[in-house]
């Protein structure tokens, strides 16, 4: 068992931390605890920790269960320390120890600590990986949702929360009675703009328990804007074992990610932030064109591969970008239906991004489940596809690459691949009513699901009509059928 105690014991191409962990002390409280988190922002912050010891991160873990108390314990007994193993295209890969994070709370076992926490002068940064689909936005009015039952809990119940905005705002209802600062709440998930719906979601729930707490919130908490990037697989049981053979560690949550990092973080903070240009963070003034080229081209193309891949059979991502038909695809939709439209931030060369997405995707030791990527597809759709649609549509462009990416999406939904083989779906924005619609025999009907509702109030009968006639192929020729059938 990796801990404190044993640290030592790694073999001697493990890079383990350059400051002692019992020095740290909690500068950041992040809700969201996943392997994004542990292998992004806990190495930024695992990189300055030596010159800059106020600035250690307190896990908070929101989800109760069998698992979730598991993954707390294990965090406990490991003193909270991982491994994060980086590897390469080329095979390569560097171990190194994550001592960044100093206590994970499980909110459901001792709230009050959780309270206590956020509400300690010392924590000056708040950060989070809920996914792109947790900040609780009605999709359709684009306001903050407080028909959401843990939403109406914690409104009325804000000293024993539930949710990341009641524990938030309640935290900084403390700090303002008390005279202390707000913090930083500082999103780091796949989102356009994460800051500005960070804003509306934390904002929006304040207003909706006291307006003059909301505007306490909105003049003095701040919430920048930023671009995150890096390819954090699922670590199975098999993976675990041959990382700890690889380290010569006894670890239970090694983390694997590929060996490309990249964040680009608005400067604005409430409270002060450590160094992280040290680490390699880029700050700017405005992350937009970061943001559109990350989000438009290879979050965006990662899901208009790996829908089709899953109806193929291909488990994982390198599997898929290999095989000829899809990687074309993927690079028509990029070079024909995305880059004409995008503003490249300085020192960035579309087609040469494209190329490193593709050889990204490629990396054998990332084992990434098309699975895992096709995983809550409606909010991913609604954010890495909607721009590249309304220009299409707008533009009065040709929509068939986009049609065979929503064809393939729909036909996914179904759980079978094209091969008879049955597969688990995860979309947890649908309700029960609406898989009648991605189970029906009406081709159609699928459109009517809340991924498309970004596009709604633009003509899109011929996109429509593309994604129908794709999908019958899809159906009963197969996916390669349907992808001969796009412009060369």
């Given amino acids: 068992m990796l801990n404190l105690d044993n640290i030592n014991k790694a073999v001697s191409s493990v890079h383990l931390p350059d400051y002692n962990p019992l020095d740290i002390k909690p500068g950041i409280v992040h809700f969201g605890v996943g392997n994004?988190?542990?292998?992004?922002?806990?190495?930024?912050?695992?990189?300055?920790?030596?010159?800059?010891?106020?600035?250690?991160?307190?896990?908070?873990?929101?989800t109760d269960g069998e698992h979730s108390r598991k993954k707390a314990a294990m965090f406990k007994v490991q003193d909270c320390l991982y491994s994060l193993t980086e590897c390469a295209p080329d095979g390569g890969r560097t171990v190194r120890v994550i001592a960044a994070l100093r206590d994970y709370l499980l909110a459901a076992q001792d709230p009050q600590k959780v309270l206590e926490q956020l509400s300690s002068p010392s924590t000056r940064i708040v950060s989070m990986t809920i996914t792109e689909g947790g900040y609780n936005i009605n999709e359709t009015t684009g306001a903050f949702d407080l028909e959401n039952p843990a939403v109406q809990h914690d409104l009325h119940n804000l000293d024993n929360p539930t949710t990341i905005f009641g524990y938030v705002v309640s935290a900084l209802r403390r700090r303002r009675n008390a005279g202390l600062k707000a913090f930083t709440i500082m999103s780091c998930d796949n989102l356009r703009h994460n800051g500005d719906v960070a804003h509306k979601a934390f904002v929006g729930f304040a207003q909706a328990h006291d307006p003059e707490l909301a505007e306490w919130i909105a003049q003095n908490a701040t919430f920048p804007n930023a671009m995150v990037d890096r390819i954090t697989p699922t670590v199975t049981a098999d993976d675990a074992r041959q990382l700890n053979d690889y380290s010569g560690l006894e670890d239970d949550l090694p983390?694997?990610?590929?060996?490309f990092h990249q964040w680009v973080l608005e400067d604005n903070f409430a409270d002060g932030r450590p160094d992280l240009a040290r680490a390699g963070v880029q700050f700017v003034s405005d992350v937009t064109d970061y943001e559109h080229v990350k989000i438009r081209m290879l979050n965006a193309s990662h899901i208009m591969l790996s829908f089709p891949a899953i109806l193929l059979g291909y488990a994982h991502v390198d599997q898929a970008v290999k095989d000829p038909a899809l990687k074309q695809n993927v690079e028509n939709f990029l070079v024909r239906d995305v880059i004409p439209t995008l503003k490249a931030p300085p020192g960035i060369d579309l087609h040469e991004y494209m190329q490193s997405v593709l050889s990204r995707f490629s990396n054998p030791a990332m084992a990434d489940q098309t699975l895992r990527i096709a995983s809550d597809g409606c909010a991913k759709i609604q954010v890495f596809w909607t721009e590249t649609v309304r220009d299409l549509l707008l533009g009065n462009k040709d929509c068939s690459r986009m049609a065979f990416g929503i064809a393939a999406y729909l036909e996914m939904l179904r759980g079978i691949s094209t091969s008879g083989q049955h597969y688990p779906i995860s979309e947890p924005a649908y309700a029960q009513g609406q898989q009648t619609l991605i189970h029906s025999d009406d081709y159609a009907a699928g459109l009517k699901l809340p991924a498309f509702d970004a596009w709604r109030d633009l003509d899109s009968h011929i996109l429509d009509h593309q994604v129908v006639e794709l999908r019958k192929i899809i159906r009963n020729q197969g996916v390669l059928a349907a992808l001969a059938t796009l412009p060369a």
Avoid at 255 to 259: G, L, R, S
Wanted: no cysteine.
């Fill in 36 to 62: 994004f988190f542990r292998a992004h922002e806990a190495l930024y912050i695992d990189k300055i920790l030596h010159a800059e010891p106020n600035w250690g991160i307190v896990g908070v873990g929101l």
């Fill in 255 to 259: 983390v694997v990610a590929e060996d």
